[in-house]
T-cell receptor
């Protein structure tokens, strides 16, 4: 049973426009969320995170919004650039045995057209 | 500093064979986690090793096993390979099992079972 869901497998956006990637979760105990970006033939790299005590976190062109009541978060990229074309994973860590184990969504493939 | 190194990058095996994949973490990192990435399922957690002990385990059959050495290098083994084991296998290392900036992925090993 997927606790973190990314329902859009792909998204196509024009360069300069806003990209909005969505993520839903089912476990109300999640209190921290992360976004990872993955290029082909590379491992995922950490992009941005948000704690459940906040509803927004911004880092340059990337902003993550959290709506706890809806169990929904979104990643906004403004303006989108061709180099942003990648697969984006939403993740929520669960604590276990002294570690944080991220539970990942299935990813959204973003294509930014020049 | 050097990143997470996974070897080999590509591997083709026959159904029924076994395979061993290697992961060298970032120097000083003691936690190594393994993931399976397939197009339909996204990143799924296999197991985590910390100081040579398996600390967490995902929901995979016993054909998937791993170990960690005293220098923190880790190996995972898959026995009696099935066609469905074809995937990208990623490892990630961290200092203590934290996520976010301190959680670094390798580029993965692409396993194809024929």
């Amino acid at each position: 049973d997927q606790q973190v869901k990314q329902n859009s497998p792909s998204l196509s956006v024009q360069e300069g426009r806003i990209s909005i990637l969505n993520c839903d979760y089912t476990n109300s105990m999640f209190d921290y969320f992360l976004w990872y970006k993955k290029y082909p033939a590379e491992g995922p790299t950490f992009l941005i995170s948000i704690s459940s005590i906040k509803d927004k976190n911004e880092d340059g062109r990337f902003t993550v919004f959290l709506n706890k009541s809806a169990k929904h978060l979104s990643l906004h990229i403004v303006p989108s650039q061709p180099g942003d074309s990648a697969v984006y994973f939403c993740a929520a860590p669960v604590t276990s045995g002294g570690s944080y184990i991220p539970t990942f969504g299935r990813g959204t493939s973003l294509i930014v057209h020049p | 500093k050097a990143g997470v190194t996974q070897t080999p990058r590509y591997l083709i095996k026959t159904r029924g064979q076994q395979v061993t994949l290697s992961c060298s973490p970032i120097s000083g990192h003691r936690s190594v986690s393994w993931y399976q990435q397939t197009p339909g399922q996204g990143l799924q957690f296999l197991f985590e090793y910390f100081s040579e002990t398996q600390r967490n385990k995902g929901n995979f059959p016993g054909r998937f096993s791993g170990r960690q050495f005293s220098n923190s290098r880790s190996e995972m083994n898959v026995s009696t390979l099935e066609l469905g084991d074809s995937a990208l296998y990623l490892c990630a290392s961290s200092s203590q099992g934290e996520v976010g900036y301190g959680y670094t992925f390798g580029s993965g090993t692409r396993l194809t079972v024929v």
